[in-house]
């Protein structure tokens, strides 16, 4: 073989090599990767707030909440107005004598008591409202991932309500602006009646009981005391 001829050999084996290259790179370039999405993720929101309020469950919570503050606030008043008493009682008396030390010792425990009384009755209130608030949360939670599931959100955000900055100094100004992290949410891809409405009719198909709606506030003066 002359010199030519190899010279042509390899440069079209060469040429065929590159092409062949090139064809299973382009394939490779236009692969979709195996790790990241196809198409599109699909988003929803939810108002966490408006859902939190409209609760049949957290409403119930709320008035047996109520009713206990109502009955520890009762106790509350009668151990106020038994100190009360004591402490009438003890001006009756000489101060240094039996009587008079006696009643002042009895006072300052009884005092201890009603003031650890208060502290534990404030104290349950609170951890019996964050407990409610965690449950629901946790509620809150579950309920948007089954709608998730069955309507293929990959996603669903909190959405925040649109309101107005209010006047202040830079600082506070910068503050409110800083809290904001969505800037729009489209009404069609909201979620939040859809997840009341399910949150209710599991509570009430469980056998919890919606409290009647308080009774309105009095309009008008109070009346003159007598």
Known sequence: MTSSNKYVS???????????ALVAFQTFANRPLASGPTEAAVIAT??????????????????????????????????GEALRELESELKDHLKGSDKYRQLEDKLQLDSLDYRAYVEFC??????DRARTMKDLFMKIRETVA????????????????AVDIKPGTEEETRRQISVYRTAYTDPQIDITENLISRLNKAFQDAGGVVPPPAPPAPVGPAPAPK
């Open 10 to 20: 390899v440069t079209t084996g060469l040429l065929l090599t590159i092409i062949v």
């Open 46 to 79: 939810f108002d966490l707030e408006k859902t939190f309020n409209s609760l049949d469950e957290k409403k119930a919570k709320d008035a047996e909440r109520a009713k206990l503050a109502e009955n520890l606030n009762s106790q509350c008043k009668k151990d």
């Open 122 to 127: 404030t104290t349950k209130i609170d951890v």
């Open 146 to 161: 089954q709608i998730a599931r069955e309507s293929h959100y990959a996603i669903v955000f909190v959405s925040e309500p």
